[in-house]
């Protein structure tokens, strides 16, 4: 079955970097695109970044274009999340995602706290 783990969050002061990862498991994982999300306290689940495959098209939401860089190395079927000057209001649950199927697939998270 489809298995996403995520690691990487942790605490981090406002303009340190973080690098996430998801180890990926269950389909054939060069062939579909992944995305991560995020989710704060109290707000609605956004769409941070997507990578495609083949391919490696990137796509950001605005409010981190610049500053994360999403990547992927199929041969360890794992995608990175590489986030720079980080925010007090970037704290949140991040989450990476598959779609396939009509189904959407979603590991445990990694919690990022930005903070002094």
């Known amino acids: 079955q489809v298995q996403l783990v995520e690691s990487g969050g942790g605490l981090v002061q406002p303009g340190g970097s973080l690098r996430l990862s998801c180890a990926a498991s269950g389909f054939t994982f060069s062939s579909y695109t992944m995305n991560w999300y995020r989710q704060a306290p109290g707000k609605e689940r956004e769409l941070v970044a997507v990578?495609?495959?083949?391919?490696?098209?990137?796509n950001y939401a605005d409010s981190v274009k610049g500053r994360f860089t999403i990547s992927r190395d199929n041969a360890k079927n794992t995608v990175y999340l590489q986030m720079n000057s980080l925010k007090p209001e970037e704290t949140a649950l991040y989450y990476c995602?598959?779609?396939?199927?009509?189904?959407?697939?979603w590991g445990k998270g990694t919690q990022v706290t930005v903070s002094s």
């Open positions: 995602n598959l779609k396939r199927y009509r189904s959407d697939y």
């Open positions: 990578i495609t495959s083949p391919g490696g098209g990137t």
